[in-house]
């Protein structure tokens, strides 16, 4: 049973440019969560998300980021004109959550390089 | 005041020492409690996972959770090398909060042989 995917692993940007990070989630698990993690910081919460449904968007910025699970197909994180300052790691989790259970896995990360 | 404090450490012990991490949190609404490894470069490793106050073990691992104190610990028995990592510690409420966690910054962990 594979775990949370993620993709790329690695992606290096220029600024100005456009990032799009991928997530898989774990099978049978419909809902997605997004976290940054800046150097010697914790895990930040970004966006929670259902198939189809953004659940909770409070940790995104207001501008320039969006992130998507459409019906078909891994969720989407996308950082439009991406800055110094968006170089992280940003994990994906997933969790079951429609037993009450609040248990998330996470995936390996994508680590973003701005150039 | 953050949500979630944990002390950054580093923490370094010798092979079979007994490790304690600890965690505050301010918020009274948090019910659910978790602790996570999280290897160099690596995504973090559910470790434990709590509901409310009380005591959890898992092999090496115990989980306390004391909400009158707002304080949550896991303590590693016998601590190995390879538990050399860096711990976070989670949680969230419930309802419309159930699934933001806010973790805490991370106490990295080394076990010397």
């Known amino acids: 049973n594979a775990g949370v995917m993620q993709n790329p692993r690695h992606l290096v940007r220029r600024r100005g440019q456009e990032a799009r990070l991928r997530c898989s989630p774990m099978k049978g698990h419909s809902h997605v969560y997004w976290y940054r993690q800046l150097p010697e910081e914790g895990l930040k919460f970004m966006v929670y998300?259902?198939?189809?449904?953004?659940?909770?968007e409070s940790g995104m910025p207001k501008e320039r980021f969006s992130a998507e699970f459409p019906k078909e197909g891994p969720s989407i994180l996308r950082i439009q004109q991406v800055v110094r300052g968006d170089s992280a790691a940003y994990f994906c989790?997933?969790?079951?959550?429609?037993?009450?259970?609040?248990?998330?896995?996470f995936g390996p990360g994508t680590r973003l390089t701005v150039l | 005041q953050k949500e979630v404090e944990q002390d950054p450490g580093p923490l370094s012990v010798p092979e079979g020492a007994i490790v304690s991490l600890n965690c505050t949190y301010s918020n009274s609404a948090f019910q659910y409690f978790m602790w996570y490894r999280q290897y160099s470069r690596k995504g973090p490793e559910l470790l434990m996972y709590t509901y409310s106050s009380g005591n959890k073990e898992d092999g090496r691992f115990t989980a306390q959770v004391d909400k009158s104190s707002k304080y949550i610990s896991l303590f590693i028995r016998d601590s190995q090398p390879s538990d050399s990592a860096t711990y976070l510690c989670a949680m969230s409420g419930e309802g419309s909060t159930l699934g933001r966690l806010y973790f805490g910054r991370g106490t990295q962990l080394t076990v010397w042989p």
């Open positions: 998300l259902q198939k189809e449904n953004i659940i909770d």
């Open positions: 989790a997933s969790s079951p959550l429609a037993s009450g259970s609040n248990e998330q896995f």
